[in-house]
T-cell receptor, first 112, second 112 residues
Framework: DAGVTQSPTHLIKTRGQQVTLRCSPK?????VSWYQQALGQGPQFIFQ???????QRGNFPDRFSGHQFPNYSSELNVNALLLGDSALYLC???????????FGDGTRLSIL | DAKTTQPPSMDCAEGRAANLPCNHS???????VYWYRQIHSQGPQYIIH?????ETNEMASLIITEDRKSSTLILPHATLRDTAVYYC?????????????WGAGTKLIIKP
């Protein structure tokens, strides 16, 4: 049973560029959440998708946007990249109704 | 803002019980306490969660004080593979719509 998979594993971009990160949830899960984890810190919640709609959003600017597809997979898009966007981006999936979230191993994004 | 406070680091001898404390003095009555751990270069791994009662599973035990202002995660027989950053987290929101508020975590080092 495949867990949460994220692609790519590593990515290097320059300031001002745009990036798309992808996530396939664990089989049977319908809810996807995205987190940003800076080096040495705990993850920070970006947003959550359920039924192809953004259901909750953390304190992140509109440069961060997302999408969920009918098969429950999800994308995170970041526009106008800043140096401070360098981080590990984590995707977590869960079954609705409060079940624990399962995390992928993340995409390491480096901005030059 | 994080709703939990944890010591930044702890050591434990292999084979002994590791007891990781967490303070969550501002927790509300319907907010769960979750524990995750993150081994270097991997995504966070769910360990256990609870609301009021003590909980036990195959990985660990969770002891929550009666006033719910603090809790302790117990790994009964620590192994070298338990070396990781352990996060005590408050779940904010309802079952169908919640956020995990992460702190900075405790780096647990298991020594031979």
């Amino acid at each position: 049973d495949a867990g949460v998979t994220q692609s790519p594993t590593h990515l290097i971009k320059t300031r001002g560029q745009q990036v798309t990160l992808r996530c396939s949830p664990k089989s049977g899960h319908d809810t996807v959440s995205w987190y940003q984890q800076a080096l040495g810190q705990g993850p920070q919640f970006i947003f959550q998708y359920y039924e192809e709609e953004e259901r909750q959003r953390g304190n992140f600017p509109d440069r961060f946007s997302g999408h969920q597809f009918p098969n429950y997979s999800s994308e995170l898009n970041v526009n106008a990249l800043l140096l401070g966007d360098s981080a590990l981006y984590l995707c977590a999936s869960s079954l609705d109704r409060g079940q624990p979230q399962h995390f992928g191993d993340g995409t390491r994004l480096s901005i030059l | 803002d994080a709703k939990t406070t944890q010591p930044p680091s702890m050591d434990c001898a292999e084979g002994r019980a590791a007891n990781l404390p967490c303070n969550h003095s501002t927790i509300s009555g319907n907010e769960y306490v979750y524990w995750y751990r993150q081994i270097h270069s991997q995504g966070p791994q769910y360990i256990i969660h609870g609301l009021k009662n003590n909980e036990t599973n195959e990985m660990a035990s969770l002891i929550i004080t009666e006033d719910r202002k603090s809790s302790t995660l117990i790994l009964p027989h620590a192994t070298l593979r338990d070396t990781a950053v352990y996060y005590c987290i408050v779940r904010v929101g309802e079952d169908s719509n919640y956020q995990l508020i992460w702190g900075a975590g405790t780096k647990l080092i298991i020594k031979p």
